[in-house]
């Protein structure tokens, strides 16, 4: 008993190392299984955890182990040589393992294998890549384009041989590859009283007992011909950066300050030099930059006080090094009017967006209302044709006031959603028209004809005049009958009796211009005291926003002199000869009918 909790104890010890190493055990009986009770194997092979039944060691090598004949192999070395030996396999997963090959024996009976296993994947993968990395540095040094030298105290052990302007024989050169003080420019004579100018970078190491050194020489002949001409051409590149609209400084990456900045900058943080910027005000909100490894610079925008106003800036920078310290290159913009747009741009969309739920609204109100309007206007109609003996012989009465009063009103208010409808639907853009090529003259004077067998009835009438028998447009037909009509009516709505209105259409260049005027016969005071004047001034809006779309526009000029005049400028094509003829679908009182609607409220 004693023995036994001796032999658990162990065995528990023996166990608790094993799971927390890297390292198992792996007990094999005469039969080829794997016999193992504790938990080290099944720590480092999980996936036999839930095998159940016995687990084979062929089935082990076949399912974990990549080259299985070398760790058999090792096995029947050991049965046939020798009770001890030691190995490497690589496991399927990609580790790699060391291996200790025993046989069990006890009382001189083999009754088994056991193999302690080390997983050496970190050990093994790193000498992989020392190798690797030896290569690779190797080749890297070769292809350096300078001189890369081994020293140690006295001799040049290695040399890639890439400087045809150094001889190593001389004594000047090594003086300087000798003496450890010796670092940074010097300058040498080369053949033929050559000046060469040199770079030397050293790195010492121990090598077991002794020390050498890793030597770089840059021949840096050509950089200092380039810094003379950097010298000479230095105005001239400040004096071109000092022109650019953005603020551009260099600082100290680590202390933040700044040691150049171009006019432009000092400009925009109020300073007159570089020295006098205190970096504490300005570094959070302009100094902004991004990693040096990342080519495009990163712009953020920031709000800062220029003065007493506010200024909007867009910064960013990068990072360089300049002869081993960081600096941070800086752009700074002012975009305070691009922001402005923007602001501007975006309350425009609202508006956008606000007129176009309105303009949906009114639209949807206006079907919902005629809906009603024409129940009244058939109700008025068969009231009309039910009692048309009553009304014919009285035509005074009550009831044919009635029928008069409702279709009056009903017919204003039918035009006066049509014209809503219209307007919605510009301002959506859904406005519909049937365009083709028409004689505009035909149609201002066809409208300006038939409205004068009516206005003359006060006493009104219309001249028309113009400087050419055939002007063509792209138009629909209905929009310029639409507009000449309402703003005729406008007109003479507030015209005095016995005046005249003039219509004229001139040409000028591709545009022709259309004029609608009364000279001393307006009643400008009835104009501005006519309450029901919004009536009208929907169709106006109408017609203003439909010339719109014709890429035209409209001039109205009223004064208290009498004198009315109506612009309408339209852009028509010079070239095209071929054009339809109006064929109007519309009844004959079509014209008599709008007038009403619009002048007689």
Known sequence: MTIKENLDKKNKLLNTILDQSNKCVILIDNLGNIVNEDESFYNMWKEYKSFKGDLS????????????????????????????????????????????????????????????????????????????????????????????????????????????????????????????????????????????????????????????????????????????????????????????????????FDTKNITYANSRFLEMTNYKTVEDIDIDNISKSMIITTSKDDENIKFQRRTVKSGQKDMHIECGGTIIEVNKKLNVVGIVRDITKQVNAELMEIEIEKQKTANKIKSEFFINMSHELKTPLNVISSSNQLMSILHKEDIKLNPDSQLSDAVKVTKKNADILMEIINNIMDLSKLELNVYENNKDYYNIVTLVEDTAIEFNDYVKLNDIEIFFDTDEEEKIGFVDPKDIEKIILTLLTMILRYSDKKSLVDISLTSKRSKSIISIKNTGGYDYNKYINDKDRRILDIAVSLAKNIIVIYNGKIDIKTDSDKNIEVTIELNLDNDIKNYKSRIRDDNDEFIYQKYLNMCNF
Not at 57 to 83: A, E, G, M
């Open 57 to 252: 060691i062929l089935d082990f090598l076949d399912n974990s182990v990549k080259n299985k004949d070398k760790f058999l192999q090792y096995l029947n070395l050991l049965d046939k040589k020798t009770d001890k030996l030691k190995g490497e396999f690589e496991g399927k997963d990609g580790r790699y393992f060391e291996c200790t090959y025993c046989k069990i024996i006890i009382d001189n009976n083999e009754i088994g294998f056991i193999c302690y296993i080390e997983d050496i994947t970190y050990k093994k993968k790193s000498e992989m890549k020392i190798k690797e990395n030896q290569v690779k540095y190797k080749k890297i040094v070769d292809n350096i384009p300078y001189s890369i030298l081994l020293t140690d105290e006295n001799n040049i052990i290695y040399n890639n041989k890439k400087s045809e302007n150094i001889d190593f024989r001389s004594k000047e050169i090594n003086n300087a590859l000798f003496n450890s003080n010796k670092n940074g420019e010097f300058k040498y004579i080369y053949e033929d009283d050559k000046e060469i100018f040199l770079n030397i970078d050293r790195a010492s190491f121990r090598d077991i007992n002794s020390k050498k050194n890793v030597i770089a020489i840059r021949d840096i002949t050509e950089y200092k011909k380039l810094l003379q001409k950097l010298k000479i051409s230095k105005e001239k590149y400040e004096s071109l950066v000092n022109i650019i609209p953005e603020g551009i400084y260099i600082a100290n």
